[in-house]
């Protein structure tokens, strides 16, 4: 099994680490790698990088063809996620559903073994509609998304099912929770920022940030275990997969969390500078799927994902090792 890695940032970099210390050697694809920030999580003279654009289908084959490339996992996205899609609608839609759709169209020319391909969990309340009853002959019996954002990732996945229906590609997605985990570059949702930010203010004493809604988080080493599990299972006996920490996390349970990792940390439960104003999650995914047909089980609650982050930044950053 040759796989590529198409997208080498915060999920993209653990998946890899995994592949490496299991003695493979991924081929990573981005438009514009990273790699002080890459290297800290995973060996790059172990990983093969190869430059790369979705929107440049030919720069697809020419990595399946060159690395002999077998499976795809698939983690482009429009930058900021949600944000991102809000402020430019038209370059999301381009690149979250054309990219997919090249990526697609790749693995069915070259006859791939399996495509993964992440999706969010804002398809499970980022919706409306659904009435009356689903009646089928109604004009609003499919809920429809209410973000660009949900929007796109709602036409990945329709497209994706096609596929496999039609074209014989063996297609999967993954919808992720809001990812937190280490990274240190460019990249993430507005979620997976606010985050790492939190916990990097806490542990250099300032005040830090707490969203105040519920979010359903998944980090972003259990993201990566349940995209590989995706792509390895034998026989998926389903298409789409909720990977998250199987619960919504209350802003109050998130500030006591830190506080019980970082005692004395100061912290304020707001909206913070330049983020979007993000829907409560009412209820988290439901997991029953994954843990049945994969195998996924979340590692990581709240405060263990805080402890590794603590751990990761005290390592990578000399001047908190005191705190």
Known sequence: MAILIIGAGLVGS???RILVDEGQRPVLMDLSFQPDALG???????CVLAEGDVMRPL??????VEHGITDIIHLVAYPMLTLGAQRDPYGAIQLNIL??????EAARIHKLRRVVVASSSVLNYYMAGGEPNGALVTEEAHPRPTTFYAATKQ????IGLNYARWCGVDFAAVRYGAVAGPWSGRGGGGPSNIFRDAVLRALRGEEAVVPPNGLEWVYSKDAAQGTLLALRARDLGSRVFNI???????PEELAAALKAAIPGARLRIDTPPGTAISLPASRPGD?????KLLGYEPRYGIPEAIGDMIEWLRRKNTDLTRQ
Not at 40 to 46: C, F, G
Not at 59 to 64: G, R, V, Y
Not at 155 to 158: K, P, T
């Open 14 to 16: 653990q998946i890899a």
């Open 40 to 46: 800290e999580i995973v060996a790059l003279d172990r």
């Open 59 to 64: 720069t697809l084959t020419q990595a399946i």
């Open 99 to 104: 990219g997919t759709v090249n990526v697609l």
């Open 155 to 158: 036409a990945v996945e329709s």
């Open 244 to 250: 998250s920490m199987g619960r919504v996390c209350q």
């Open 287 to 291: 997991l029953t799927r994954a843990r």
